[in-house]
Every structure is written in structure tokens, then in C-alpha cells.
T-cell receptor, first 113, second 115 residues
């Protein structure tokens, strides 16, 4: 299973872009990169995912390097409500159609005034 | 849609007691799973299911049983609670098949304390 490495914590000023890095150097060709976040012990919330192309949705952008060994989640205009733990996950596909996510400890993002 | 619903929100057990954590989803998702989260740690997979009648073990299955008799429900049973099972438990579901990369939807958790 490909594992991910994220910084333990980061700070970001409100209104600025938050760039959260993730290393996944052992990722294999058919594994997607997923990002989730967890706000104050609520259930994790899906943000975005991608395979090899950059992706954007209403919440964030995902930039994946060409060799797929790392990625960056970008929150373009961080607000106080974006304060959360952000998890970068590589989706492990089991035999058949079963699949499961392996979560690490994530990055605690603190957005400040 | 209510999404993924977990009950109860909070529970206190004595060592050796048994209980069932309930999880229900109304999105017709084939895949359902249980995670536990301990302070300072990420989520660890306990058990998962890819459809009614099919279950499998995750990373930390010991002390827990599951069954999947319907698509909607995936209860987690603690047969003899231990203090080491004090944790926050999350249930999650997603679609499968051709959309195997579909995201997980999580419930808001059950906070369990075993004394």
C-alpha cells in the first residue's frame, strides 16, 4: 500500500491561499490521490481527488506532480471555517471491486485573522 | 437524503458489557465500513463490506463483529467491551463498481467510553 507523508501542522492567514503538501512516493499507476478534512471531530469530509491531471472544484484545487510522487491541495482563499485536519490518502484497491482508504495523521491547518 | 446516520452519539460502557453501534445510509451505497479514531492518530479501518452478506476485516478487527443483512445497515458489535476500545467510531459508505474511485461519505461518529 502506498503511504503518504504530510507536515504535522501549518498556519495560514485568512484570505490567503493555503497550500498543503503531500508526499506519496510509492504510489502505483492505478491509485488515486484523495483529500479529506475533519473539522473539530466531525466525520471526515471529502474535498477532491485525482489520478494524474490537476483537478479543481468549488472547494479546492489539486496539483499532482508529473511523476505522481507528490501533490498539493490548494484552498485559494482560506477562511476561519477551513481550520481543520487535512488528510491526504492514496486509495488502495483490493481484489475484486473492494476498496478501502488508509488514513494517516494528516496536517492540522490553523487559519488565523 | 440523510446520508450516513450513526447512533448513539455517545455511549459509556463498563468493561465486559456488550453493545451494538448502529450505522444506516440512504444512498444505496454498496460499500460500507467502520473506522476508529484515537487521540492524535488517524482513522484506522476495523471492518468493511462490499454488499449484503459480504464482510471483511480491516486493519484492527479484533474485538469487533459486523454483519450486513441489508444494503442500508452495517452494525458494529462489541461483544465484551475493554478500555482499549474507548474511541470515536466512524461509519462510512460509498458506491462501488465502475465508480470505484467514488468518495467516502462519513457519519458524525459515536463517542464510546469503556470504564
Amino acid at each position: 500500500d502506498a503511504k503518504t507523508t504530510q507536515p504535522t501542522s501549518m498556519d495560514c492567514a485568512e484570505g490567503r491561499a493555503a497550500n498543503l503538501p503531500c508526499n506519496h512516493s510509492t504510489i502505483s499507476g492505478n491509485e488515486y490521490v484523495y483529500w479529506y478534512r475533519q473539522i473539530h471531530s466531525q466525520g471526515p469530509q471529502y474535498i477532491i481527488h485525482g489520478l494524474k491531471n490537476n483537478e479543481t472544484n468549488e472547494m479546492a484545487s489539486l496539483i499532482i506532480t508529473e511523476d505522481r510522487k507528490s501533490s498539493t491541495l490548494i484552498l485559494p482563499h482560506a477562511t476561519l471555517r477551513d481550520t481543520a485536519v487535512y488528510y491526504c490518502i492514496v486509495r488502495v484497491v483490493n481484489t475484486g471491486t473492494a476498496s478501502k482508504l488508509t488514513f494517516g495523521t494528516g496536517t492540522r491547518l490553523q487559519v488565523t485573522l | 437524503n440523510a446520508g450516513v446516520t450513526q447512533t448513539p452519539k455517545f455511549q459509556v460502557l463498563k468493561t465486559g458489557q456488550s453493545m451494538t453501534l448502529q450505522c444506516a445510509q440512504d444512498m444505496n451505497h454498496e460499500y460500507m465500513s467502520w473506522y476508529r479514531q484515537d487521540p492524535g492518530m488517524g482513522l484506522r479501518l476495523i471492518h468493511y463490506s462490499v454488499g449484503a452478506g459480504i464482510t471483511d476485516q480491516g486493519e484492527v478487527p479484533n474485538g469487533y463483529n459486523v454483519s450486513r443483512s441489508t444494503t442500508e445497515d452495517f452494525p458494529l458489535r462489541l461483544l465484551s467491551a475493554a478500555p482499549s476500545q474507548t474511541s470515536v467510531y466512524f461509519c462510512a459508505s460509498s458506491r462501488l463498481g465502475s465508480s470505484y474511485n467514488s468518495p467516502l461519505h462519513f457519519g458524525n461518529g459515536t463517542r464510546l467510553t469503556v470504564t
